[in-house]
């Protein structure tokens, strides 16, 4: 092996531990968004809320463009890609709270742990991306660890776990989202990661927007408190923009059965954050299902592609 090829070889590797690290920090920005996004839930609808961050989020991720594009965005090549792209992200919001309307947060984080493994299936419908055995296995791995978590280790509550219109809803939505992150590598065509964020950030905050006319109409925005907006701005830097941008960032060095498999570690980081807090520790057979979802991202982080 001549010193070129060592180099180009240190250099992909260099970027798979990019996307990696880019993946951890997505998680840890999501799993942060769960106690701010408590705080807001009972003072604004989420079509109104979910509107208002991507507003904000859009035009901080339009700064970032501008700048890496030294003040200049034109007219997208090809826009339908946006459209694409951001129907599927707006799908996966939408269905989100509408599914909540009909089932608990504890059986939507089940049927959310379904995304890594249908991500593995479109990144091969859709890039011919074939994982090895062992990085299935620690996917399901990963998932029984996340799994427990998300039940809080108690068996019977698992066991009694009914599939129902709320699950089928937000199936649908976690569908669109496992075939976002392959979708993003097949549509890019070299454009900034910054510049392509902006625009899918755009077509999803239109989508949104357009589906909640009437909630964001109605809202007495004058009149929110505090901690609303303290939370639209997080939700709006770091769950919208940044998240945005991790995702894209990652989906460009990682396969697609890599990239979304850290969305397991969202319960993780949510035990941690709330340990910090002062809000209480979880329980040992807890902190053990968060230590199997580590054990098994370990293994498929340093599994061959």
Request: net charge positive; proline share 4%.
């Amino acid at each position: 092996m001549n010193a070129a090829t060592d180099h180009s070889t240190f250099a992909t590797g260099n970027q798979k531990l990019l996307g990696h690290l880019a993946m951890l920090a997505f998680s840890a920005f999501v799993a942060g968004s769960f106690s701010l996004g408590a705080l807001a839930a009972p003072h604004l609808g989420p079509s109104a809320l979910n509107a208002a961050r991507f507003l904000l989020g859009t035009s901080i991720m339009g700064g970032v463009a501008l700048f890496a594009m030294n003040g200049r965005i034109g007219w997208p090549r090809a826009p339908w890609r946006y459209g694409v792209l951001g129907l599927l992200m707006a799908i996966f919001f939408v269905t989100m709270f509408w599914a909540l309307q009909f089932t608990s947060p504890v059986a939507t984080g089940a049927v959310f742990t379904l995304m890594p493994l249908a991500s593995t299936f479109f990144g091969w419908v859709f890039l011919g991306q074939v994982p090895r055995g062992v990085v299935i296995a620690s996917l399901v791995l990963a998932g029984i660890g996340s799994v427990w978590v998300i039940f809080r280790g108690d068996l019977d509550a698992l066991l009694s776990f009914d599939v129902g219109i709320g699950e089928i809803i937000f199936f649908f939505g976690v569908l669109c989202h496992a075939a976002y992150a392959p979708l993003v590598r097949r549509f890019n065509r070299g454009e900034p990661v910054a510049l392509f964020s902006f625009w899918t950030l755009l077509a999803t905050g239109l989508l949104i927007a357009i589906y909640g006319a009437r909630e964001i109409a109605g809202t007495e925005w004058s009149s929110l408190p505090p901690v609303i907006w303290i939370s639209i701005l997080y939700l709006s830097v770091f769950t919208t923009a940044g998240t945005f941008f991790l995702l894209q960032f990652a989906s460009m060095r990682l396969p697609a059965s890599k990239t979304l498999a850290y969305g397991y570690l969202t319960p993780s980081f949510i035990i941690l954050f709330e340990g910090l807090l002062g809000h209480g520790w979880a329980t040992a057979s807890i902190l053990a299902g968060a230590a199997v979802t580590v054990l098994g991202l370990g293994v498929m982080a340093f599994a061959r592609d």
